[in-house]
């Protein structure tokens, strides 16, 4: 069974900190594997990477893949408190629609 | 484009009645996912809709649960007697086509059940 797990499952730092949100995943036939940003209402998506080494940068947020070790990783520099939320990671595998979700990481940026 | 609406926002039901929950896509799309999401969890896929037709339907409960798409009006989420492991919030996506990186989702519906 395709199978995702994020870490820290929870996460406070302080406003100008970087963090670093992982993700694992175990998929069959592995498509892509997609970032979003939930804030209490909506997930609202960040980045899709389905290639191992290349960057997705966002401003201060960037992502990158590795298929080999099967983990994928989310940087937030200079974090901001509208930075708060959950971050969810998710597998897509070739020929299924469904995206499978990890746990999410909750993140909290104190002023 | 209003973006996907979900209705209601928030429904209470007591244990044996019914619930149905509303998807409007956005402008366009005619593909449609539901969601579930417990407390303290990431979403687990429901049922992929398109209209008029349900294309996967693996993480349907097979009894109580059933999913629509009509060729006007909004998909529709029904569950019926519910129980209280129910409760949840549902959200659904809707795609221009197949595939999840255009898939946008909507505010979602918390279902309480008492």
């Known amino acids: 069974e395709d199978k995702v797990v994020q870490s820290p499952l929870s996460l406070v730092v302080h406003e100008g900190d970087t963090v670093t949100l992982n993700c694992s995943y175990e998929?069959?036939?592995?498509?892509?594997l997609l970032w979003y940003k939930q804030e209490k209402k909506a997930p609202t998506f960040l980045f899709m990477l389905?290639?191992?080494?290349i960057e997705k940068k966002s401003g201060r947020l960037s992502s990158i893949l590795d298929k080999k070790e099967l983990f994928s990783i989310l940087n937030i520099t200079a974090t901001q408190t509208g930075d708060s939320a959950i971050y969810l990671c998710a597998v897509e595998a070739i020929g299924a629609q469904k995206l499978v979700f990890g746990q999410g990481t909750r993140l909290t940026i104190n002023p | 484009n209003a973006g996907v609406m979900q209705n209601p926002r928030h429904l209470v039901r007591r244990r044996g009645q019914e619930a149905r929950l509303r998807c409007s896509p956005m402008k366009g799309h005619s593909h449609v996912y539901w969601y579930r999401q417990l407390p303290e969890e990431g979403l687990k896929f429901m049922v992929y809709l398109q209209k008029e037709n349900i294309i996967d339907e693996s993480g349907m409960p097979k009894e109580r649960f059933s999913a629509e798409f009509p060729k006007e009006g909004p998909s529709i989420l029904r569950i019926q007697q519910v129980v209280r492991g129910d409760s949840a919030a549902y959200f659904c996506?809707?795609?221009?086509?197949?595939?999840?990186?255009?898939?946008?989702f909507g505010q979602g519906t918390r279902l309480t059940v008492v």
């Open positions: 998929v069959t036939n592995f498509r892509s």
């Open positions: 389905t290639s191992s080494g």
């Open positions: 996506a809707s795609s221009p086509r197949s595939g999840n990186t255009e898939a946008f």
